[in-house]
């Protein structure tokens, strides 16, 4: 069934026909909020919040992007509004993380095929990204974990296309400063 | 194609968007510089290493949570009756104040002053001893401008 025919269901009071629009976008929003927030928890807590933030303005949309589109739109928002809210509460430095666990970070860069990361390999990964400023984070996360071209992240941020090649840029630039240290270790 | 061009077009070629004759020039220097083969490599595995598709899992029970969600969304309350009530809105207690200060500066303005005595007669009166007058040195001068 055609998105905007489930859309039209749904905004004419047939509440049944949202748990199906649900159920097809569910992994998706699953995945990007995975993504951004890193632990299983939070992403569910936070997906369940997007869609019912998406009903609640499920009436706005008018259909000049795609739904999947104005969904991401909507889920990134939520998760930067989460991100700063831990930005704020954060209080590990990235100067400490280095010194506790630079050494597990360089070998997690190390190996080049590797196999599903260990639950501390994950944890470790998102104490990294979350020393990331959390617009930075979003667009790595729409590029390189769910493989949006930059179009598809052009209308997911409402910018222009030269602004996300800049902002990629800066983020991929904001990264690897971070890791300089270790990139430099491992090319002694 | 040297160092600087293919540091400035590294990204563009990791995310596929050369083409034609840049992209064989950035592919050709990659393969015969060791430097710039070596920064390409280290952001393929830190991409790898840091932005791994997660794995989810669909499921009837994250649909029924939504679901059950929104139908608690709209079960009325027992409490916002009272609440609704109490404060019509979140703007009555700000609107009141505003209307408070609007009758106090109104009053001030259109209140009648009670005193015949102007400021600058009773001070003018106690300027020579440098205290203010006493009350039969007061009368005497509304009296005499009564006069």
Redesign the interface.
């Known amino acids: 069934m055609e998105d905007l025919e489930l859309i039209q269901r749904i905004c004419s009071g047939e509440?049944e026909a949202?748990?199906d629009l649900?159920?097809l976008y569910?992994?998706r929003v699953?995945?990007l909020c995975?993504?951004l927030l890193g632990d299983a928890n939070s992403?569910?807590d936070a997906?369940?919040d997007v869609?019912?933030k998406v009903?609640r303005v499920l009436p706005t949309f008018r259909g000049d992007a795609s739904f999947s589109t104005w969904l991401y739109r909507i889920a990134a928002n939520h998760c930067k509004d989460l991100l700063r809210k831990r930005k704020r509460e954060k209080t590990e430095s990235w100067e400490g993380l280095l010194e506790k666990h630079g050494d597990t970070i360089e070998q997690?860069?190390?190996?080049?095929e590797?196999p599903k990361?260990s639950a501390g390999d994950a944890e470790l990964?998102e104490k990294?990204?979350s020393q990331l400023a959390p617009d930075y984070r979003i667009i790595?996360?729409l590029?390189?974990?769910?493989?949006l071209s930059?179009q598809e992240i052009a209308d997911t941020l409402q910018c222009s296309l030269d602004a996300v090649?800049a902002r990629?840029?800066r983020a991929?630039e904001a990264?690897?400063d971070k890791?300089r240290h270790i990139?430099r270790s491992?090319?002694v | 194609m040297n160092h600087q061009t293919l540091k400035d077009k590294m990204?563009?070629l990791y995310?596929g968007?050369l083409s034609g004759k840049e992209l064989q020039e950035a592919q050709a220097h990659l393969a015969s510089c060791q430097e710039c083969g070596?920064a390409y490599a280290?952001?393929q595995?830190?991409?790898?290493?840091?932005?791994?598709?997660?794995e989810?899992?669909?499921?009837?029970a994250?649909?029924h949570?939504?679901?059950e969600?929104?139908e608690a969304?709209n079960e009325p309350k027992p409490s916002r009756a009272w609440v609704t009530w109490s404060f019509p809105s979140r703007w009555f207690v700000p609107a009141m104040a505003v209307a408070l200060l609007f009758i106090l500066a109104l009053g001030g303005v259109v209140a009648p002053n009670p005193s015949p005595v102007s400021l600058e007669t009773l001070l003018l009166s106690g300027e020579e001893e440098n205290v203010l007058p006493t009350t039969d040195q007061l009368f005497g001068f509304i009296m005499e401008d009564n006069s």
């Open positions: 509440r949202y748990s649900v159920r569910q992994s699953l995945r995975t993504s992403a569910e997906a369940q869609f019912l009903y997690m860069l190390a190996v080049k590797s990361p990964v990294v990204l790595l996360t590029r390189e974990a769910q493989g930059y090649k990629l840029r991929r990264l690897q890791l990139y491992e090319s | 990204f563009a995310d968007e070596r280290q952001w595995r830190t991409a790898k290493t840091f932005f791994r598709v997660p989810v899992e669909e499921s009837e994250f649909v949570r939504v679901m969600r929104l969304l």
